[in-house]
T-cell receptor, first 116, second 114 residues
Framework: NAGVMQNPRHLVRRRGQEARLRCSPMKGHSHVYWYRQLPEEGLKFMVYLQKENIIDESGMPKERFSAEFPKEGPSILRIQQVVRGDSAAYFC??????????????FGNGTRLTVT | QQQVKQSPQSLIVQKGGISIINCAYENTAFDYFPWYQQFPGKGPALLIAIRPDVSEKKEGRFTISFNKSAKQFSLHIMDSQPGDSATYFCAAKTNTGTASKLTFGTGTRLQVTL
């Protein structure tokens, strides 16, 4: 019963390169959330996706950042033309369809992006 | 305001003592309040959660106390153990469609000493 899988665990990019972070949700989960965690800080919401739909992207920077969750395959968080300030841990979480009540979010172990 | 304030930022407790972490929120639409535990190099893991229709929830050594009128909730760790040393995050969530994301506090780094 695999949990939320994120890869790579560590990613090093030079300024100006592109970073692609992948997230496979838990089996049966159709909702994916991306969060960013800066050192010594909490988790900041970035985007909430369902299959083929962006539900809430209010936490995404307006430029260089994009996310998708295709019908087949993992969710992808893409950061174009990375800058040093993008260095952070990026966490993906998934949940089943919300339905009634609240379904807990299950987090992956994150991708630690370092921009040199 | 989608904001959750958490204190203290760090906490040192002796083994066997009680660890207390506090959170306050502003958005009265929040209706689900989980606590997450995070170890270094790992993702946050759900510890315990409460809804606003109860004032307290206990699971083993972990208790959430909830004060709806004050818009505050807290995590109590009884008989704290060195293995409890981690960062703890409170969070809050509404259950209304597109607003169903979790909003996190800034975290409390707990160290339990021998």
């Amino acid at each position: 019963n695999a949990g939320v899988m994120q890869n790579p665990r560590h990613l090093v990019r030079r300024r100006g390169q592109e970073a692609r972070l992948r997230c496979s949700p838990m089996k049966g989960h159709s909702h994916v959330y991306w969060y960013r965690q800066l050192p010594e800080e909490g988790l900041k919401f970035m985007v909430y996706l369902q299959k083929e739909n962006i539900i809430d992207e209010s936490g995404m920077p307006k430029e260089r950042f994009s996310a998708e969750f295709p019908k087949e395959g993992p969710s992808i968080l893409r950061i174009q033309q990375v800058v040093r300030g993008d260095s952070a841990a990026y966490f993906c979480a998934s949940s089943p369809p919300q339905g009634r009540g609240n379904s807990p979010l299950h987090f992956g172990n994150g991708t630690r992006l370092t921009v040199t | 305001q989608q904001q959750v304030k958490q204190s203290p930022q760090s906490l040192i407790v002796q083994k066997g003592g009680i660890s207390i972490i506090n959170c306050a929120y502003e958005n009265t639409a929040f209706d689900y309040f989980p606590w997450y535990q995070q170890f270094p190099g790992k993702g946050p893991a759900l510890l315990i959660a409460i809804r606003p229709d109860v004032s307290e929830k206990k699971e083993g050594r972990f208790t959430i106390s909830f004060n709806k009128s004050a818009k505050q909730f807290s995590l109590h760790i009884m008989d704290s153990q060195p293995g409890d040393s981690a960062t703890y995050f409170c969070a809050a969530k509404t259950n209304t469609g597109t607003a169903s994301k979790l909003t996190f506090g800034t975290g409390t780094r707990l160290q339990v000493t021998l």
